[in-house]
Nanobody, 120 residues
């Protein structure tokens, strides 16, 4: 599985960004995660092969995950806050959807290199 993220950047608080992840190879889940230096990686949102989605409570109502027919995964981020500043990673899992759909980073074995999002 190969994953390539794009779309990060700097934005003012209240603004929007859309991240993209081009995925190749099969997987049962694709998701977005983020990490701040010195902190653990956390799940942001994702989709499982059975259609279920997962979102972190902190982004519900502001972020939306979607996937097109070519398996490109998107993360639309609206009303960005300074606390959303992080490196965002796209990840894939071959674990069953009932497991990877929980959005736990440890269930994802394939990772992109990340894209930085800075909100000021």
């Amino acid at each position: 599985v190969q994953l390539v993220e794009s779309g990060g950047g700097s934005v003012r608080a209240g603004g929007s960004l859309r991240l993209s992840c081009v995925a190749s190879g099969y997987s049962y889940c694709l998701g977005w995660f983020r990490q701040i230096p010195g902190k653990e990686r956390e799940g942001v949102g994702g989709v499982a092969g059975d259609g279920r989605t997962f979102y972190a409570d902190s982004v519900k109502g502001r972020f939306t995950v979607s996937q097109d027919k070519d398996k490109t995964l998107y993360l639309q981020m609206n009303d960005l806050q300074e606390t959303d500043t992080a490196t965002y990673f796209c990840a894939a899992s071959r674990k069953p959807p009932i497991i990877c759909g929980r959005g736990t980073p440890g269930n994802f074995a394939y990772w992109g290199r990340g894209t930085q999002v800075t909100v000021s």
